[in-house]
């Protein structure tokens, strides 16, 4: 049964794709990089495949001046403005997302400062003050607002009052334009539980699938338990037990994290099961949901990979998200030559 005391509005767009390591992730100060990363025939090549818009990931560095009091980088705007009119020229909309903010990256948990700085606090939501000015005559189906990639703090509840203070800074200057808001942790399903239903009719909620783990970051060189066991793993498949790999996996939150796959079986059941939070808070509230990221990282069986985005887009036609799969590079070579998995995530 529903309980937020607004009628949520649908979220503009629907299918979509990251452009990862241009304006994030990357040496945002590299003027040729950022010239040659993207160009116009990108965007071209995704609006023909199918996608109706795109999401941006922006890192603070390129768009925030770094002495006080911070205001808006107009050399780093400039690239800004130039994706989202190429964009626009290809009919496709923007998601601008916040993917690292003075004080708080996804790489970094244990060194985020934002979740007890005030300060930080302010100059996060005064950031999105002065981009809210900066885009306030763009109209609203063309450009929606990301607060934050993948929050990490300790307390879910303080994420919830940090993106408060950010939505409070967009509303006081545009009424109107889409809001995207994740749950913390990574953004990952389970903690949907703590979220907070902002009441806003024009704020989507945020969900990364990357479900299960195991299968779609296998052998990534960025998640040292993953990368230490070298497992190659299927989709759908069923595990054995995974105990023999504890002893070599330095750490228990990854050990934790390794078990909960021993003895599994990986398939669409066990999707809906770690679904279910997200499902149960669209339920509640009447929000749209929008999958901001999802994907396979390339080492995936290629097999494997098409049967998992086969079950991860069947699950989100059922629970009606948008989504923005991760990211270009997997599903395009540079030249916007198809790979495989680019047919099943834009099928028609």
Known sequence: MKSSKVVYERFPFRRGSNLGGWLSQAD???ERHLATRYRREHFACLARAGADHVRLPVDFELIEEADSPHRLRASGLRWVQQALDWAWGEGLGVTLDLHKCAGMSFFTPLENGLWADAGLQRRFANLWGN???????????RLAFELLNEPT???????????????????????????????????????FVDLRDFEDPRVAYAVHWYEPFIFTHQKAGWCDWLK??????HYPSVLGDLSSYKAVIGDAASQEQLMLFSNQSLGYDRMERWFQPVAAFAQRTGAPLYSTEFGCWDPAPKDSQLNWFRDSLRLFKKYDLAWAQWDFSCLFENDCTPKPPAAVVFDR
């Open 28 to 30: 945002v100060m590299d």
């Open 131 to 141: 981009l809210a000015r900066h885009f306030r005559d763009v109209p609203h189906n």
């Open 153 to 191: 703090s300790a307390d879910n509840e303080c994420w919830n009052n940090v993106a408060a203070l950010a939505l409070a800074a967009i509303r006081e200057v545009d009424a109107r334009r889409w809001v995207v808001i994740g749950s913390n942790s990574w953004n990952v399903p389970s903690t």
């Open 228 to 233: 230490t066991i070298d497992l190659t793993v």
